[in-house]
């Protein structure tokens, strides 16, 4: 029992004593408290309690890394704040397996992604009644709510993993700049503000200010699927005049680098209607036939051309 206590008391001691050696790096002293051991007085110090709190913890370092894409570029006043060009392939990952529908009911696809009357249409047309809920299909914060040309009434909301999905043509708009939603909340009602025709919800998607063929990343239908965890995006998929608005194009999804066919990372070579230009003319220069263009384009041979249209030419 004797040896025991003996035991007992050398610990004591040992702790005492390495208290006092690290109390300059443990902070300051509040207090000692008086103690008795074998009829000697010892003090044991008393620290303050904050300086045993973790000024880094793992879950903090997660959550920064998580929100680096959501920080990128913010901007509450211009729809579109990025300015440099993307370096293909562009990897696309995703935590959510489904997204929610972005309108009431059944989704009907009016028009998609592509070239519509020779002109580039960057998103899908779903169809809505004017005051219909519009909700935002995956969860993350409210970039820009306001009006701007063309769009009318728009909410863009960036996602987590930098993604961002606008919702043009509302009536009402139910949200404000940096408020957080989450996935299948309402962000709006439907309308026809801006260059509409017809009540309809207008629906891009984006990354780093480039649109992304809709239908590449996310099942339209009634499954309501992210296509994959991980999808790589091409040129291919971020060009609408390599699709067509009235038809849906045939996926293909990249789900590693090794899936990319090379010419889907050969840059389409486009040219600019000038004043005075004519199908023959831009065919002569380029040593096409009429045919050919109009084909890679879409257009008839008896199409007129506009000022600064955009024609394929390779």
């Not at 059944?106 to 960057?122: A, E």
Request: hydrophobic share 35%; aromatic share 8%.
């Amino acid at each position: 029992m004797k040896s025991k206590s003996c035991f007992i008391f050398f610990g004591i001691l040992v702790f005492l004593m390495s208290s006092n050696t690290s109390a300059q790096n443990l902070g300051e002293i509040l207090q000692r408290k008086t103690i008795a051991i074998k009829g000697k007085i010892n003090y044991l110090p008393i620290y303050k309690k904050n300086i045993f709190i973790s000024t880094n913890p793992p879950e903090e370092v997660e959550h920064v890394s998580v929100n680096k894409e959501l920080d990128v570029n913010w901007d509450n006043k211009n729809f579109n704040p990025y300015t440099k060009e993307l370096s293909f392939p562009v990897p696309i990952s995703f935590t959510d397996t489904n997204f929610a529908s972005p309108v009431q009911g059944k989704m009907v696809v009016t028009s998609r992604y592509g070239l519509r009357r020779g002109r580039p249409h960057r998103g899908i047309d779903i169809d809505l009644q004017v005051g219909d809920s519009v909700k935002t299909i995956l969860g993350g914060k409210i970039r820009y709510a306001g009006y701007t040309r063309g769009y009318g009434k728009t909410v863009i909301v960036r996602h987590y993993n930098g993604l961002e999905t606008v919702y043009a043509h509302l009536s009402k708009l139910l949200v404000e700049t940096n408020q957080e939603v989450e996935k299948g909340e309402i962000i709006g009602k439907g309308g026809v503000s801006g260059n509409a025709r017809g009540s309809h919800l207008h629906l891009e998607v984006k990354y780093h200010g480039k649109s992304i063929h809709p239908e590449y990343l996310f099942d339209f239908s009634d499954s309501t699927k992210v296509r994959s965890e991980l999808v790589y995006v091409t040129p291919k998929w971020t060009t609408p005049r390599l699709h067509r608005s009235h038809r849906k194009s045939k996926i293909v999804l990249h789900q590693t680098e090794d899936d990319i066919d090379p010419l889907e990372m050969k840059k389409k070579e486009v040219y600019t209607v000038r004043k005075g230009d004519t199908l023959s003319r831009i065919a002569n220069k380029y040593g096409l036939a009429v045919s050919q263009i109009c084909k890679l384009n879409a257009i008839k041979k008896n199409s007129v051309l506009k000022i600064g249209q955009q024609i394929i030419i390779n």
